[in-house]
């Protein structure tokens, strides 16, 4: 079925400023920084959505990461892909293709260009609008579904701008409604292991930590490898820690920020740019205008963050250089600690003094239900499978009407340390004050649960 559905009056009126705005190729201009007055004092939560026996889902953006998407949602159920939207007609031919094949109606084509999406969101019966589109679009995506009166799902970032994580906010807040930003890697193994020896207490008060996006992924930004054009662009014209929320997104809900700690303030430092010159110099022809680009990204950047109770995070950036992956996922307690790549631990009164422990005897302990159970299944799904555990539980939230892991405050929280660390790096690593999206209510909020420990 694809019922149309009818906006208010109100709902319409803010769709209609939301379209002109975009027209012009700029959003509404609101307060744009720190904890600024403007902003309405109290945090007002969008309400726990009540149950749906079946998720109607319209898709934006059906790329390397919406497909995958596609996939997982295609494999849960309770699911209906009801629109798919993309400025590439084939990819969306192969998207409704995927559909048809899993057993569902072919959905309704959305092919029209880039603001085709306030269309979808405008005339369809959803319960969500999610979107896999390139950095720049996710804030005006998440927009025209919540104002249409939609959930709003989005890849990482949730947005580029301080302003944009404002208004997401907000606009979730007014209308009443979800705004997820999808960090895959809260769902990680061994992040979600991690999380519940914190809950659990193993590593003691939680006092600092090291993270970050560390990959080596020159051939994207250069054009090497194809896809992701559109990634190029924030490395030519910024300068700071460009992709936060993957190493930031699990410490953070470690340290309890939006639920009992919140980020203060952070500096940051980026490093000279050369990686992604010298690398155009070995790898593309003499005269090929990629040899002369100009980056502003330092290769690695640096960003400390404070939280208010006085916790620190290293955040590293780099992705311009040769090395192994990694995302560092260090946490650090006062009774011992735990690091990533690889995955070690170190628990005074356990460990050998001085010495690090693999994890496997600690998997046996704290590996959480949902990775024992649905976790030895997942060969073949993206990312480990993780990004089937993220929407495994997003359906199974909604399905449930339970709230859902991740909300919008987590959102803009780790999505804001991009643009505020530009400004430090701008400003010879100035403290930057971080803004407190829940206006407080992060005194009083409980804790996240480990998701079905
Ligand atoms: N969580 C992860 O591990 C992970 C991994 C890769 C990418 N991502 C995120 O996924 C998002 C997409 O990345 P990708 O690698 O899939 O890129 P991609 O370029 O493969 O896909 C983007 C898609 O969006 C489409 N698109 C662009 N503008 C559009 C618009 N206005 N309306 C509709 N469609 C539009 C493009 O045609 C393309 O199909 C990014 O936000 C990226 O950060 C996350």
């Known amino acids: 079925m694809t019922a149309k559905k009818d906006l208010s009056n109100l709902e319409r009126r803010e769709f209609m400023k939301l379209g002109a705005a975009l027209g012009a190729g700029a959003l509404l201009h609101e307060a744009a920084s720190g904890n600024n007055p403007d902003h309405a004092a109290t945090a007002k939560e969008a309400p726990v959505a009540a149950a749906v026996e079946k998720v109607r889902v319209g898709f934006v953006g059906v790329g390397g990461m919406g497909t995958n998407h596609l996939r997982n949602l295609l494999h ?74 939609k959930h709003a799902v989005t890849e ?10 404002w208004r997401l906010v907000e ?9 997820i930003m999808m960090e895959n890697c809260c769902y990680g193994r061994t992040e979600m292991t991690v999380l519940n020896m914190v809950r659990q207490g193993v590593l003691g008060e939680i006092i600092h930590g090291e993270c970050g996006y560390l990959h080596d992924i020159r051939d994207i930004f250069l054009q090497i490898a194809p896809g992701r054009e559109w990634f190029q662009k924030h490395a030519l014209t910024r300068n700071g820690s460009l992709y936060t929320t993957h190493g930031l997104g699990p410490v953070a809900q470690c340290m309890n920020i939006n639920r009992g700690d919140q980020f203060d303030y952070l500096v940051s430092m980026s490093s000279p740019s050369l990686g992604l010159e010298d690398y155009a110099r070995n790898k593309v022809p003499e005269d090929d205008p990629r040899r002369s680009l100009e980056f502003a990204a330092g290769d690695v950047n640096t960003t400390l963050i404070r939280t208010h109770a006085g916790r620190s995070i290293a955040l590293v950036y780099n992705a311009h250089n040769p090395r192994p992956y990694t995302r560092i996922n260090l946490v650090q307690g006062v009774k011992g600690l ?23 005897q600690y998997w046996e302990q704290y590996e959480p239900t949902l990775w024992r159970e649905l976790g030895r299944n997942l060969t073949g ?7 089937y555990m993220e929407d495994y539980r997003l359906i199974k939230c909604l399905r449930e009407g339970i709230a859902p892991d991740l909300d919008v405050y987590d959102g803009a929280a780790w999505s804001c340390i991009a643009p505020l660390s530009e400004k430090s790096v701008a400003s010879r690593s100035a403290s930057v004050e971080i803004p407190d999206f829940t206006r407080g209510a992060w005194r009083t909020r409980p804790s996240l649960p480990v998701p079905e420990l």
């Open 76 to 149: 849960l159920e309770g699911v209906d892909i009801v629109a798919v939207c993309d400025i590439v007609e084939e990819k969306v031919t192969r998207a409704q293709d995927m559909v048809e094949a899993a057993g569902q109606p072919r959905p309704v084509a959305y092919t029209r260009g880039e603001l085709d999406f306030m269309r979808l969101c405008a005339e369809e019966d959803l319960t969500l609008v999610y979107t896999a589109t390139p950095w720049e679009w996710h804030a005006q995506i998440c927009l025209a579904a919540m104002t249409s009166g």
């Open 171 to 179: 606009t979730s807040e007014k209308y009443g409604k979800y705004c």
């Open 338 to 360: 735990v690091e990533g790549y690889p995955d070690r631990v170190h628990i005074e009164g356990v460990s050998p003094v001085h010495e690090w422990e693999d994890m496997d």
């Open 381 to 387: 799904f993206g990312h480990g499978g993780m990004d």
């Open 156 to 165: 990482v970032p949730l947005a580029v701008t301080l302003e944009d994580c």
